[in-house]
């Protein structure tokens, strides 16, 4: 009888220790998603942009740019401005050097330069964050609108105080 009542016991402790580690594990989740912000890929946006229109804020990055990291580290950490993107755009972070093919918006794009360049920078960076008579440089933000037309483009690393205050404005 003893024995019985103890494996009923530990099957009741068990059970409600994964019941407890499954609760734990969706709140860490849900806390991690709060905590970051919801970056999407063009596959990504190419979807989300034909079912709900919404600002978009593209991050273009390299994997060399200190001032991007620092922006990943700082600006992209800022509790403010990760609930901003998060509901009110949307958010894409890319690598300005990314070599493979990206189909959006029923077009191919391509890193042409790949094999030409030290540092190939992608067809779709090119067209949303080039400067003309400027060469291309990182770290670029464009915001662009719900017709994802580009209002505005920043070349430069944007502090939280400084991105919060953009954002606000679009």
């Not at 989740?29 to 596959?43: C, D, G, Y």
């Not at 540092?119 to 990182?138: G, M, V, Y």
């Not at 933000?141 to 679009?170: M, T």
């Amino acid at each position: 009888m003893s024995e019985s009542i103890n494996r009923i016991f530990k099957k009741i402790i068990r059970t409600a220790l994964i019941g407890l580690l499954m609760v734990m594990t969706t709140s860490h989740l849900k806390a991690q998603e709060k905590n970051s912000i919801r970056w999407l890929t063009f596959k990504q946006l190419d979807d989300s942009l034909s079912i709900k229109p919404k600002k978009t804020l593209i991050s273009f990055y390299a994997h060399w740019c200190e001032y991007c990291k620092k922006m990943e580290r700082v600006a992209f950490r800022d509790p403010a401005i990760i609930s901003k993107l998060n509901n009110q755009f949307y958010a894409v972070k890319m690598d300005a050097e990314h070599k493979d093919s990206i189909y959006f918006g029923n077009q191919v794009y391509i890193n042409q330069e790949v094999g030409k360049k030290r540092n190939p920078t992608h067809q779709i960076a090119l067209i949303l964050a080039s400067r003309e008579n400027e060469p291309f440089s990182l770290p670029a933000i464009v915001i662009l609108n719900e017709r994802f037309e580009v209002e505005r483009r920043f070349f430069e690393y944007l502090s939280p105080k400084k991105l919060i205050r953009i954002l606000n404005e679009n």
